[in-house]
């Protein structure tokens, strides 16, 4: 069974950098075709997709998003980490991690999702 769990500050001050980090456990990062990605959610809004690294280590960010979003991984640790830069009230969330299958096409696997607010 893969589980995923997410960790990080709950905390952080506008125009610091925001960084989760995902440990999977259950099955390698590395194993194909898996897409190991974050996904948040503000409040009273939807999910919004943030991006994603392969299990190639390949990444790709959502577009919107680009500019502050680096995402990485430590292979010897079975984790990956999200880093968004430059954070405002905006990115306030809960951010999920999630393996996403590409034979499958589909989510399969979430974390519990952990609540980061942007405040001062």
């Known amino acids: 069974q893969v589980q995923l769990q997410e960790s990080g500050p709950g905390l952080v001050k506008p125009s610091q950098t925001l960084s989760l980090t995902c440990t999977v456990s259950g099955g390698s990062i590395t194993t194909s075709y898996y897409y190991w990605t974050w996904i948040r959610q503000p409040p009273g809004k939807g999910l919004e997709w943030i991006g994603y690294i392969a299990y190639s280590g390949s990444t790709y960010y959502s577009p919107s998003l680009k500019s502050q979003t680096s995402i990485s991984w430590d292979t010897s640790k079975n984790q990956f980490t999200l880093q968004l830069s430059s954070v405002t009230p905006e990115d306030t969330a809960v951010y999920y991690c999630?393996?996403?299958?590409?034979?499958?096409?589909?989510?399969?696997?979430w974390g519990q999702g952990t609540q980061v607010t942007v405040s001062s």
């Open positions: 999630a393996r996403y299958d590409d034979v499958e096409d589909l989510y399969d696997y």
